[in-house]
């Protein structure tokens, strides 16, 4: 089990014991990935870590984020499946049971979709609407509305996903691309059981520009023909104004040659 940690020193107690409960007669590793918390975090992973023989963390020197610190996990993992989650306690420890037995079932990645909590604002249903909208269509992939990060791989996905080095990581888009036999489930977010969300506006839109230029050509073919029609519209242009400075008396001075430079540097 995979669980980046950044300012969740109120959370690891918990969310460590909730998991043994939920899966206490499976052989487990639980890893925590310190992602450069400025909190207490560290101090309670290595509690939890010095009382559950079961519990192993890794410390970034900084804040990598959560994609790199997910890759981390699963560079270091050694069980025939990985799961990963937040360690916010949003993701529930209730659903790691459906996940596993999807997988005793054969099916090599089961994913998660979240239903809409009720206490969810307006705009993050709307942006995360727009932005798988805006994913699918532009990558040819079919992510579900409202997936996350909560799955389980198959160890043979994991040694695939190994090989990834991207330093921009999108491991929902990433996964589903690969194929392998899926499955999804869904479940009940809950609420944060402390401390505040990692992330704001400004990240969630970094992170859906990342995850959608990782996954597709199309905007570059689209700034290549936009680029194209405009240098064409220019030409005309610049052709038009050089016509009116040869054969009439229309321009003022000076025009000509400074809308042609224009036009040509732009």
């Known amino acids: 089990m995979i669980i980046p940690c950044h300012n969740e020193e109120g959370n690891i107690p918990i969310l460590v014991e909730k998991i043994l409960n939920e899966i206490d007669h499976y052989d487990k590793e639980i890893i925590l990935i310190d992602d450069g918390s400025t909190d ?13 023989q079961a519990v192993k963390y890794i410390q970034f020197s900084k804040n990598f984020g959560h994609q790199n610190a997910i890759k981390a996990g699963l560079d270091l993992s050694k069980g025939a499946a ?7 306690l949003q993701h529930p420890p209730k659903t790691l049971k459906a996940l596993l037995e999807k997988w005793k079932e054969g099916y090599e990645i089961v994913y998660t979709q979240r239903k809409d909590h009720q206490a ?9 609407y727009f932005f798988y909208k805006i994913l699918n269509w532009l990558s040819g992939l079919k992510l579900d509305h409202s997936t996350a990060d909560f799955r389980l791989l198959d160890r043979k996905v994991v040694d695939v996903v190994k090989n990834f080095h991207e330093s921009d990581l999108f491991w929902r888009g990433i996964t589903f691309w690969l194929g392998f036999k899926r499955a999804k489930i869904s479940y009940q977010a809950e609420d944060r059981f402390s401390g505040t969300t990692k992330y704001p506006f400004s990240k969630m839109l970094s992170f859906a520009i990342k995850g959608i230029t990782s996954f597709s050509v199309k905007p570059l073919r689209l700034s290549t023909i936009m680029g194209v029609i405009i240098s064409a ?11 009116l400075y040869i054969f009439t008396d229309r321009p003022v001075e000076g025009w000509t040659s400074l809308l042609v430079c224009i036009l040509f540097l732009g």
């Open 233 to 243: 519209l220019s030409l005309i242009y610049a052709a038009y104004a050089i016509a």
């Open 82 to 88: 990985v799961i990963m989650m937040d360690a916010d």
């Open 40 to 52: 207490g975090t560290l101090d309670a992973i290595k509690n939890v870590a010095a009382n559950h």
């Open 120 to 128: 969810l604002s307006f705009t993050k249903k709307i942006t995360a």
